[in-house]
């Protein structure tokens, strides 16, 4: 036995089902031994979508998605998706191949400091330089991946180590040991809880990570408190429920601010700051905070929390929940609000306007994506309104990048999605830009059975930095071009291929697309006027109380 085949019989252990990545001359010891394991190496056409679908994989089953690069420029392509990994708070554990060490001294070929590199993107990174040490640190890498907060780990591998002779076995795994909150800490927060007039919840990813959605529903409905997520917390309530107040973080004002105006105390569950800064919300830093996490909360000077619950978050609030007594409070008045949030979502219903105006491409979706299905976001002007329209009832059934917010993730991850569930549809939504950056991944899709449908929001430019730019500068610059027949690139990959034409197309062209057996791409235009109109009224936007 050889390293990599130790290396991979520790992968084995770990459960690792898939392998994303690139054969390349440095890590072919590690792709001979993958051959004869149980582990499925998919090959993709790029290392950086490689990495977007372990990133997504992990975040979707809390276990460290894992991708494989050779060195120099196919572990650089491999970073985005790394860092990407790291700052989502998704577990990922990230393999390149190296020169050996008897080159290292010297200047050569492709050879970079691997271990240097990845250091500022990832929890924990090193070189495997001793055979014998391969399961200590396989073991360390998908503990460290996966415990609180998750995220990527690197793991470089010089072609002469992989190759030399190695004994040992993989160690045993063990499971993550629930912590809970001390007790005065909990009585402490059930005490200002109950104390306040206008509480309103703000609910992050932490909470999809910890498996909390049932306890913060419970939570919020036993205490009359309204609910708002964060990009990355959609789901943890469902969207109809009556204290659904939807997602917050739009960098416009929208009809949620009000509620974090007026509030007297925000309840932070799951939050992490990188997801929506508390500077937006908590300028001054005046809004009394309790945060309730696995980890103590960030630094920072908008987000000093007078409580901090720390500890197994469903555990945390049940316990809070036996404590805390709301009975002879008024209703708060950011439940005042969801009239006129649910107001605005109804108004695009029937909205006939080509081309079709975002909010009602989203809402149209929404009707036909059933509750189990995944949407994935890629990032750009229509990452907004799918965080502004989208609504979920079920955790990580919409997938947006919102902490290192990298183009490019929606045509992988959702590769990963359909690996991860076959029997639910899925959905990659992209900007004509992000969808550029890895459509040669529809190949891959092609290739290992999953078909998806991938939805582009065509208006030939970068939307997202015209509508800063407008905003900013009243004028746009460099974020036009051109682009290729969607459909016809579809059809030449071996794809479906359709084009929306007017309104009503479009429902019936995403159930026919949903129902092939091949990807398919859909190509919408779509009306960002719509966001210069939307900055118009957040800026007319009052708060009456």
């Known amino acids: ?124 990174n090193t070189q495997i330089v001793r055979p014998s040490n391969t399961p200590e640190i396989i073991r360390k890498a998908f503990k460290r991946s ?19 002779p190695a004994t040992g076995h993989p160690l045993r795994t063990d499971k993550l040991e629930r912590t809970y909150a001390a007790f005065h800490s909990i009585t402490e927060a059930a005490t200002v809880i109950s104390q306040a007039t206008n509480p309103i919840i703000l609910v992050g990813n932490g909470a999809i990570r910890a498996d909390a959605s049932e306890a913060v529903t419970e939570f919020a409905t036993q205490l009359n408190i309204p609910v708002a997520n964060t990009f990355m917390g959609k789901g943890v309530i469902p969207y109809k429920h009556s204290l659904a107040l939807w997602s917050v973080g739009l960098q416009q004002r929208d009809y949620i601010n009000c509620g974090f105006d007026n509030t007297d105390l925000v309840i932070a569950i799951g939050y992490d ?60 008045y950011a439940l005042e ?27 149209d979706l929404r009707q036909v994506m059933g509750p189990e299905d995944i949407v994935i976001s890629d990032v750009g002007a229509h990452k907004m309104w799918i965080a502004r329209h989208y609504h979920c009832d079920r955790p990580n ?31 990659a939504a992209t900007g004509d830009g992000g969808f550029m950056m890895n459509c040669q991944e529809l190949e891959t899709a092609l290739r290992v059975g999953t078909p998806f449908v991938t939805l582009i929001f065509n208006d030939g430019g970068y939307g997202l930095i015209e509508w800063k730019q407008r905003n900013q500068f009243g004028r746009s610059s460099y974020v036009h071009f051109g682009n290729p027949d969607f459909v016809k690139l579809a059809e030449s990959m071996g794809l479906k291929g359709y084009r929306v034409e007017a309104t009503t197309d ?10 092939q057996d091949v990807p398919a791409v859909i190509d919408c235009p779509v009306d960002y006027q719509e966001n210069y109109r939307f900055t118009q009224r957040s800026g007319d936007l009052n708060c009456i109380v």
């Open 1 to 124: 036995m050889n390293t990599a085949e130790l290396l991979v019989q520790c992968l084995e252990n770990e459960g690792v089902r898939y392998v994303f990545g690139l054969p390349g001359e440095e890590n072919l010891h590690v792709l001979e031994a993958l051959k004869n394991s149980s582990i499925q190496f998919i090959t993709t056409r790029h290392e950086q979508g490689a990495a977007f679908m372990a990133d997504v994989y992990g975040r979707l089953t809390g276990k460290a998605g894992v991708c494989l690069s050779t060195l120099g420029p196919g572990a650089t392509n491999l970073m985005t998706g790394v860092a990407d990994a790291n700052l989502d708070g998704a577990p990922l554990v990230a393999i390149t191949g190296q020169v050996g060490t008897d080159q290292m001294h010297i200047e050569a070929h492709q050879y970079l400091d691997l271990v240097a590199m990845f250091a500022p993107v990832t929890k924990w």
């Open 337 to 363: 609000l969801r009239s006129d949030i649910r107001t605005d979502y109804e108004q695009y219903a029937t909205d006939d306007g080509f081309p079709i105006k975002p909010q009602k491409l989203i809402y």
């Open 273 to 332: 700051l990188i997801e929506y800064s508390p500077k937006k919300w908590n300028p001054d830093g005046k809004i009394p905070i309790i945060h309730i996490g696995e980890t103590p909360a960030e630094i920072d000077s908008s987000y000093i929390p007078t409580v901090e619950v720390v500890g197994d978050i469903s555990d945390s609030l049940y316990e809070i929940l036996k404590r805390a007594d709301r009975d002879d409070k008024a209703t708060p």
């Open 146 to 164: 996966q415990s609180e907060k998750p995220g990527a780990v690197h793991i470089d591998l010089p072609e002469n180590i992989a190759a030399m």
């Open 397 to 427: 059934t919409c997938l947006i990048s919102n902490g290192f917010a990298a183009m490019g993730i929606a045509i992988p991850g959702a590769v990963a999605a359909k690996l991860v569930y076959p029997n639910r549809k899925v959905v």
């Open 506 to 515: 479009f429902i019936p062209i995403l159930k026919t697309a949903l129902a």
